[in-house]
Every structure is written in C-alpha cells, then in structure tokens.
C-alpha cells in the first residue's frame, strides 16, 4: 500500500511543479503574437455574473441562507431515495462466468484468460 502512496504523492508533485513551472512559460511564450478578440455572448455572461457578485457581496445573508437551502433540500431527497450508499459486505465469496468457445478442451478451460 505504500508504494501505491508514494506513486500517486510523486505524480501530483511533479505535476505541481510543471503546473506552476513549465505551464506559465510555455503560455507567454506561445501568446505573446495573438489578437484579441471580442466575444459578444461571454462579455453579457461576464456582465451579468458581475452584477449578481456585487449583489451577493453587499447582501452576503442571501447567498448563504440559499446555500443552507439547498443543502438540506439535498440532503431530505437523498434519504427519501431509498439508496444504500455503502452495502455491509458479508459475504467472503466471488462469482464469476465465463464464456469459452464450444471446441475448447476441458482441460483448457480452466486456464482460459478471463477477459
């Protein structure tokens, strides 16, 4: 288990210091001769996600009491479901079935890779 650990440790380090490293100059460097652009419909987005922060930060109750909301309407549908997140496992058994040409020897089937 742990060189599983330090596997996945290593990995997402390595790809911090690319991120912070290697991702930023690579960006400047290939950005540096593009025009810009104008976007009608993400300017309007922009603009009305603008307003909607400047309203959720002068009335900061608002945001939070709708955040608590549906929080608890999330949490009441989930239990009405009916649904086991996580199953009691009891059993200590497996099954398996696997299909085999008709041909095959006995003695072969047994050693059939399972796909």
């Not at 959720?56 to 945001?63: F, H, Q, T």
């Not at 009441?76 to 997140?85: A, D, H, K, L, N």
Request: hydrophobic fraction near 50%.
């Amino acid at each position: 288990m742990v060189p599983f650990a330090l596997t996945i440790s290593y990995a997402l380090t390595a790809s911090l210091i690319v991120a912070l490293t290697v991702v930023p100059t690579a960006g400047s460097v290939l950005l540096k001769k593009t025009k810009e652009k104008r976007y009608p419909f993400f300017e309007r987005v922009q603009k009305v996600y603008g307003s909607m922060l400047a309203f959720c930060l002068k009335w900061k109750l608002v945001p939070l009491v709708l955040t608590i909301l549906l929080l608890v309407i999330c949490i009441r549908e989930v239990m009405c479901m009916g649904i086991t997140m996580m199953p009691e496992m009891t059993g200590e058994q497996i099954s398996i079935s696997a299909t085999v040409p008709e041909d095959t020897e006995k003695t072969t089937r047994l050693l059939w890779p399972i796909r």
